[in-house]
């Protein structure tokens, strides 16, 4: 069957559930999840010189400059799983710059849909506050929900940890940093009329679900893959 393929971009502040979410997409639509935070994540402990870049920024909870993740995200944006059917993003765009930069590499298709998963700032907080995540992979757990083994990834066997930049300092700059820098996107796409809001409170299965009837709401379907 030949399909168009799926464009989404997943907005929220930090602790919001875009990974997780972003994680469920992909795996339903058997399309690529691009995190940038993950791709950051990897390219720092591989030591390439694009994370050496980085490195400073993620530890301080800035945003690296645009100039260094577009070239990124663009490259990955052309391979031949994201171009055939389609990607999740989540963690960009994240700023005006970003989301005028991702146009010019979608043309002439473009996003088809942004969904902006809402969590008040005291809940994310809470979340942050337990979050730990697959050192290899990136999967999410929380103090609560642990993996079944000893801190050990139930996905790849990685050792789950608690991010550096999950720091009280780092996550004040980054929930800053979201408001100045990434919330105006919100009303950037509504006025390209592919805003999605999505209630971001409630367990991941009810969320996905939200998710799932949000992107049905711009033609996005299909069966689980
Ligand atoms: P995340 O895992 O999405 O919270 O991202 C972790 C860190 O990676 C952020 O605090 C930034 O330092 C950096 N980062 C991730 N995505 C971007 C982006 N689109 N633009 C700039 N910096 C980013």
Same mark, same amino acid.
């Given at each position: 069957m030949v399909s168009t393929p799926i464009r989404i971009a997943l907005l929220g502040r930090?602790?919001? &559930?875009k990974g997780t979410q972003a994680m469920r997409i992909s795996h339903h639509f058997a399309i690529a999840h691009i995190s940038t935070g993950d791709m950051l994540r990897a390219a720092v402990r591989a030591g390439t010189p694009f994370g050496e870049k980085a490195k400073a920024y993620l530890q301080r909870g800035e945003l690296v400059p645009d100039a260094v993740i577009v070239g990124v995200v663009a490259e990955r944006l052309g391979e031949p799983d994201a171009k055939r059917r389609g990607f999740v993003l989540d &963690?960009?765009?994240?700023t005006l710059h970003q989301a005028e930069a991702l146009e010019s590499i979608l043309?002439?298709?473009?996003?088809?849909v942004v969904v902006n998963l809402e969590v008040p700032e005291w809940l994310v907080l809470e979340r942050l506050a337990s979050r730990r995540v697959c050192s290899v992979c990136g999967a999410n757990y929380s103090v609560a929900m642990p993996?079944? =083994?000893?801190?050990?990834?139930? =996905?790849?066997g990685g050792e789950v940890v608690q991010r550096a930049d999950d720091t009280e300092e780092a996550i004040r700059r980054r929930l800053a940093a979201y408001e100045s820098a990434t919330a105006p996107l919100i009303a950037f796409y509504e006025g390209r009329g592919l805003l999605e809001t999505v209630? &971001? =409170? &409630?367990d991941p299965e009810e969320v996905h679900e939200r998710m799932l009837e949000a992107l049905a709401r711009h033609g996005i379907v299909g069966e689980a893959g």
């Open positions: 930090q602790g919001a &559930g &963690g960009f765009p994240r043309l002439p298709e473009g996003l088809g993996p079944h =083994v000893d801190w050990t990834c139930d =996905v790849c209630d &971001g =409170v &409630g």
